[in-house]
C-alpha cells in the first residue's frame, strides 16, 4: 500500500561518494560473486564490490563490526561482516534466509550483477587493541561463525599473524552439511600456524571428522586461559553450556567476548529499539565481554 | 427468576473469599477527576477498592483475553455484557469460567463536555454524556449472574448517531471530504484497536511485514486504509460499545463510521451483535434469504 | 535584552507576521483537542488555558514520517537523492515543559558517533518562541516543577512570550535567532514598566513552586536495581499496549525505518514508533526479547527515567503530563514514580 503523497518524480543525483552527511544513506555496491554455504541453501555469502572506489576507503572496518545491508524498495537488515579488513577490493557477507525476512528473502532471490546498498561499518566490533601478545581463542557454532570467519582471516594475514601468539579454533554445526565456508576451514586445518577444531552435531555421509557438540569438544580441547583472550558466536543453547566450560578452565569473564544479535533498524543508535538495558547493541555493541554482559539485564 | 441484586464490594470480597474466582475486574478510582481506571482484585481484602459510577466508561471485557486460563469475575455494563456475548460465539470466551458482574447505567460522563468550573451535580447531568450514552437500548445487562444496582429506566432511544444519519443524506464528495479531515487527525497509536474487545488476533494485519499489508506514514490513505480494514473486520461483530472513539486520543470520529457499518449490518442481515446468544452472526453463515439488492 | 508588549490580538498578528517569511507551527483548537499544527492564512491561533496542547510540537523536529532520501529503482540504474532542505520554522507558543523536551531531541539526535543529518538540518533552521504562564494555570495532569522546570522558565529559547494573565503578553528577544526575527517584532511596542513588574511578579512565584522534589539520580539508581522486581505485572497490567503516550510524548523519539515504493521510484523513510507494540523488537527468526506487556511497560519507564540518564545525564521526561492525559486507561507516570520510590532495596 503505497502513501500517495510519496510519488515523487526522481532528480537522480549521484550519492557523494565521500562519507555522507546523511548517516541514512548507504553507499551503492554490487554483488560481484554469490556462494551457497550450506546444503539447505539457506545460508549465501555474498560479494560485495563498491561501486566508487573510493568508498571502499571510506568503509574502514574492524574485525566484529556490522553493516546495513540496503536493498532499495525492500530494506535493510543488520549484518556480521565475513570478510577480512584486509581484503583491499571487497566487502562479503554471508546471510540466512528467513521466510518473514523480507531483506534476506529478496537478497536470496537475487543474482550476481544486482545493484544493493551498504551502510557502515556499525558497532564496536571485536577488542583487536586487546590481542597483541595473546593467545587467541575462537569458538562458534551454527552460522554465528561469520564474523569470526572475518577474525580469522585477519589474523591469519601476513602482516597480522606475527603480532599474536597462538589461534584456537573450535567450529561445531548441526551436521557437516550445515558447516559454514567448509573449503577454507578444511585449508585451515592442515596449516601449522592455527589449531582448527571442526566437530558436528551429527555425522553424515562421508564426514571423516570429528562428531560433538561444540562444549565437549572445547572441554577436550581445552585451550589454555593463560594469556589468552576467547571470541565466541553461537546460538544461545551453545553459549549456554560453553560458558560454564571456559569457566572451568579458567578464562576470566573480561576475556571472554560475545556478540548479540537484535532486531535492528537506524543502527547508529537513535531509533531506540535494539536496547539491552541501557546499552544499543548496535553502538556500545554488538560485541560484549562476558563480564558486560552479567551486567546487562536479561532482555535479549 | 430476576437476577439477585448485590453490593459491589460485597460480591467480589465473597467470589474471591470463597475462591468461585481468581481475579475480580472492575474499576476504581484513578488519579484524576472525572475518570475510573480499571481494577484487577485478586485479595478479598482490596476487594472494597471497586467503585462503580458514572465515570466507568472502560470495556472491560477487553481484558478477558488475557485471563483465559483463570475464572474471572468482570463487571459489565449492558453495552460492556453485548461484547461478551459476541466474544462466546466465537469461541473466545467460555461461559463457566466466568461471573458477570451487571452495572445498570444510565450514561457515562464525558469528560471533554463538563466545564472547568462545573459543580458536582452538574457532572452527572445528561447533557454532558456520551454520545452513544444517549442512543443506548441496552441500559440493563440481560444475562448477568448478579446485578449491583437497581435498572435503570430504558428510554427510547435514536440507535445509530446523528452524524450517521446526517452523513446519509449528503452527496459523496462532502462525505469523501469529511471522512478525510477525520482521517487526517489519526496518528495510527492503535488505540482504538487495542481498547476493542473484538480485536484480537494474535498478529494483527498492520504488523504483518510478510505481506506488508500496510505503511503506517502520515498520509492520510494511510489511516483511512486501517480504519477501513478493521471496520471491514468488525462487520457483524461491532457491538457499538464506543470504547474506540473514547480511547481516540486526538478526537477522531470513530462512532459515526461504526455505527454507519452496524446500521448497514442490520439493514441487510437484521442483525445486531452481541444482543441475541442464539443469533448465528452474518459473516459466520450463509442463508438462502440473505438480501442480494447489491448484486446488479 | 530588548521586550516588546503585546496585546492578545498582538499575539495573533505577530504569528500572521511570521508566517509571511516561514512555517509557523502554533497551538489551534480542532474539534475540543488543542494540537499544534502548521498554521495557514485561515487559522487561528488558540492558546490552550494550561499551555500544554495535547498534540505536541515533536513533528515540526522529528515529522510523524520523514524522508531520509528519495530512490530510483532501475536494473544498473539504481540512484539516491537527497531529500529537499527543510524550510525556516518557528515554534510558536512551547511551553517550558516542551522547550525541555527539545534539549532532550537535541541530545539523543546530535549524538556522535553518528549526528542524525535529517533531524539536525531541521532543528537549525528552527527558532523557538517559549510561552510562559502564571503557575497557578499549570494543568493537574502535569508535573514539571516536580522535574526542575518552571512555567515561566524562559531558558533554551530564542525568544520568549510570557502570558501575564490580564489580557497582556510581554514578548522578550533572547537570542541572534530571535533577533532575526525583527521585522515581525520591531513594530510591537517596548515592553512598559508594569508589563514587565507584573512579569517578574508571575516569574518569581512561578520560579518559587519549582519543588525539583524528583530526584533523577536517585531515581536512576533505584531503578537500576528494579529490573526483576514485581512492580511490573501491576504497572502493566491494565496497560492496552497502544501508542496513545508514546506518540504524544514530546521525548519520546524512537522511529522505524521503511521503504515506500510507487513504481520504480520510492522513498526511504522513517515513522514514529512505540515500544509498546510487539513488533517493535521481533527478530526476523521470530524470537522476540519482549513478549508481555510487563516487559514492554518496564521498558519505557526505564529508558524514560534511567537509560536516558544514563547514557544522556538528562531525564526523557519533562513532566508535561500528556501521558496522564491521553491513556485510555488513565494509567498515571507519577503513581509508577511512587511506586518506585516505595519498592525495598533487593
Given amino acids: ?300 | 427468576m430476576p437476577t439477585e441484586q448485590v453490593n459491589l464490594n460485597e460480591i467480589a470480597r465473597r467470589l474471591l473469599a470463597d475462591g468461585t474466582v481468581d481475579v475480580v475486574i472492575g474499576y476504581t478510582t484513578g488519579s484524576q477527576p472525572l475518570v475510573a481506571v480499571p481494577a484487577f482484585v485478586r485479595d478479598p481484602q482490596d476487594a472494597d477498592t471497586l467503585v462503580f459510577n458514572r465515570f466507568c466508561e472502560q470495556n472491560l471485557v477487553n481484558y478477558l483475553h488475557r485471563f483465559k486460563a483463570k475464572r474471572v469475575a468482570v463487571v459489565v455494563k449492558g453495552c460492556d455484557e453485548r461484547s461478551v456475548i459476541g466474544l462466546i460465539q466465537e469461541k473466545q470466551l467460555d461461559r463457566q469460567k466466568l461471573v458477570l458482574i451487571g452495572a445498570p447505567c444510565a450514561g457515562i460522563v464525558d469528560p471533554r463536555l463538563v466545564p472547568e468550573d462545573a459543580t458536582e451535580e452538574e457532572t452527572l447531568g445528561d447533557d454532558v454524556m456520551y454520545a452513544g450514552c444517549a442512543a443506548c437500548a441496552v441500559r440493563n445487562p440481560r444475562f448477568a449472574d448478579y446485578l449491583i444496582g437497581a435498572p435503570v429506566p430504558q428510554p427510547e432511544a435514536p440507535e445509530f448517531s446523528d452524524t450517521t444519519a446526517e452523513l446519509e443524506d449528503v452527496e459523496s464528495d462532502e462525505r469523501w471530504r469529511y471522512f478525510s479531515r477525520e482521517m487526517r487527525k489519526c496518528i495510527l497509536c492503535f488505540a482504538c484497536r487495542n481498547v476493542c474487545p473484538a480485536c484480537y488476533c494474535n498478529v494483527c494485519f498492520t504488523e504483518s511485514s510478510q505481506p506488508k499489508w500496510m505503511s503506517k506514514t502520515d498520509d492520510e490513505s494511510d489511516a483511512m486504509f486501517f480504519h477501513l480494514t478493521r471496520l471491514l473486520h468488525l462487520t457483524g461483530r461491532c457491538t457499538g460499545c464506543g470504547a474506540c472513539a473514547r480511547a481516540c486520543p486526538v478526537n477522531v470520529d470513530l462512532r459515526t463510521y461504526n455505527d454507519r457499518l452496524r446500521k448497514d449490518v442490520k439493514d441487510v442481515f437484521e442483525f445486531e451483535a452481541g444482543l441475541d446468544p442464539e443469533a448465528r452472526a452474518p459473516m459466520t453463515c450463509f442463508r438462502d434469504n440473505d438480501k442480494n439488492e447489491f448484486i446488479k | 535584552m530588548r521586550t516588546k508588549s503585546l496585546s492578545r490580538d498582538d499575539v495573533q498578528a505577530l504569528a500572521d507576521a511570521l508566517m509571511r517569511r516561514h512555517r509557523v507551527m502554533a497551538p489551534v483548537l480542532q474539534d475540543g483537542v488543542y494540537r499544534f499544527e502548521w498554521l495557514r492564512d485561515d487559522t487561528t491561533l488558540a492558546l490552550p488555558p494550561g499551555g500544554i496542547p495535547k498534540v505536541s510540537m515533536k513533528s515540526a523536529l522529528l515529522p510523524r514520517t520523514e524522508v531520509l532520501f528519495y530512490y530510483k529503482l532501475g536494473k544498473n540504474t539504481e540512484a539516491t537523492a537527497q531529500p529537499p532542505a527543510p524550510a525556516a520554522q518557528v515554534l510558536f507558543g512551547v511551553h517550558p515543559c516542551d522547550v525541555q523536551a527539545i534539549k532532550v531531541l537535541d541530545a539523543v539526535f546530535s549524538a556522535e558517533p553518528y549526528p542524525d543529518a535529517p533531524y539536525l538540518a531541521r532543528r537549525e533552521v528552527t527558532t523557538v518562541i517559549g510561552l510562559g504562564l502564571p503557575r497557578d494555570r499549570t494543568p493537574q495532569t502535569a508535573f514539571f516543577e516536580r522535574l526542575g522546570i518552571g512555567s515561566m522558565d524562559s531558558r533554551d529559547c530564542d525568544l520568549f512570550l510570557a502570558d501575564l494573565n490580564n489580557g497582556r503578553f510581554v514578548l522578550e528577544i533572547l537570542t541572534d535567532k530571535g533577533e532575526a526575527l525583527a521585522d515581525a517584532i520591531d513594530s510591537l511596542p517596548d515592553a512598559s514598566e508594569d508589563d514587565l513588574a507584573r512579569l517578574a511578579e508571575l516569574r518569581s512565584d512561578a520560579s518559587a513552586h519549582v519543588t525539583a522534589d524528583i530526584d533523577i539520580a536517585d531515581l536512576k539508581e533505584r531503578l537500576s536495581k528494579l529490573f526483576e522486581a514485581d512492580m511490573w505485572q501491576e504497572v502493566a497490567e491494565r496497560c492496552i499496549a497502544c501508542g496513545a503516550c508514546s506518540y504524544l510524548c514530546p521525548t519520546c523519539h524512537c522511529f522505524d525505518i521503511q521503504d515506500e515504493n510507487h513504481g520504480n521510484v520510492g522513498c526511504r523513510v522513517r515513522n514514529w514508533d512505540t515500544c509498546q507494540f510487539d513488533l517493535f523488537t521481533k527478530h526476523a527468526s521470530g524470537h522476540n526479547p519482549r513478549t508481555n506487556q510487563q516487559q514492554r511497560a518496564r521498558q519505557r519507564i526505564m529508558h524514560k527515567y534511567e537509560y536516558g540518564y544514563a547514557n544522556f545525564g538528562i531525564p526523557f521526561c519533562t513532566g508535561c503530563g500528556r501521558c496522564v492525559l491521553s491513556c485510555p486507561m488513565h494509567s498515571d507516570i507519577r503513581n509508577v514514580l511512587e511506586q518506585i520510590q516505595e519498592q525495598p532495596e533487593p
Avoid at chain 1, 137 to 157: D, K, N
Fill in chain 1, 1 to 300: 500500500m503505497c502513501s500517495n503523497r510519496y510519488r515523487n518524480s526522481l532528480n537522480p543525483e549521484p550519492l557523494n561518494p565521500h562519507m555522507p552527511p546523511n548517516p541514512y544513506i548507504p553507499y551503492p555496491v554490487t554483488i560481484d560473486k554469490i556462494t551457497v554455504e550450506n546444503d539447505a541453501r539457506d545460508l549465501r555469502t555474498f560479494r560485495l564490490v563498491f561501486r566508487n572506489p573510493a568508498d571502499r576507503a571510506a568503509f574502514d572496518f574492524r574485525i566484529g563490526q556490522f553493516a546495513e545491508l540496503s536493498l532499495l524498495g525492500v530494506g535493510e537488515a543488520p549484518i556480521g561482516i565475513a570478510s577480512s579488513p584486509l581484503d583491499e577490493d571487497y566487502i562479503e557477507f554471508t546471510v540466512k534466509r528467513y521466510p518473514t525476512g523480507i531483506v534476506s528473502t529478496a537478497l536470496h532471490q537475487s543474482e550476481v550483477g544486482r545493484q544493493m546498498g551498504v551502510r557502515g561499518p556499525l558497532g564496536n566490533g571485536y577488542p583487536v587493541e586487546r590481542m597483541a601478545g595473546k593467545n587467541i581463542v575462537i569458538i562458534s557454532g551454527g552460522f554465528a561463525v561469520t564474523t569470526l570467519r572475518s577474525t580469522i582471516r585477519y589474523l591469519l594475514h601476513p602482516t597480522v599473524r606475527p603480532t599474536v601468539n597462538d589461534i584456537t579454533v573450535v567450529y561445531g554445526a548441526r551436521s557437516p552439511g550445515e558447516l559454514c565456508y567448509k573449503s577454507e576451514f578444511l585449508e585451515w586445518q592442515e596449516r601449522d600456524d592455527i589449531d582448527v577444531h571442526l566437530t558436528v552435531d551429527k555425522s553424515e555421509g562421508d564426514w571423516q571428522g570429528r562428531e560433538g557438540f561444540v562444549p565437549s569438544v572445547v572441554s577436550e580441547v581445552a585451550p589454555s586461559a593463560e594469556n589468552a583472550i576467547c571470541l565466541i558466536c553461537g546460538p544461545p543453547i551453545m553459549l549456554k553450556f560453553t560458558i560454564p566450560v571456559l569457566r572451568e578452565v579458567g578464562f576470566d569473564p573480561e576475556d571472554t567476548y560475545l556478540s548479540f544479535e537484535m532486531r535492528m533498524k537506524c543502527g547508529i543508535g537513535k531509533c531506540g529499539r535494539c536496547n539491552i538495558g541501557d546499552r544499543y547493541v548496535c553502538v556500545h555493541g554488538p560485541v560484549f565481554s562476558l563480564a558486560e554482559t552479567t551486567e546487562l539485564p536479561r532482555e535479549y
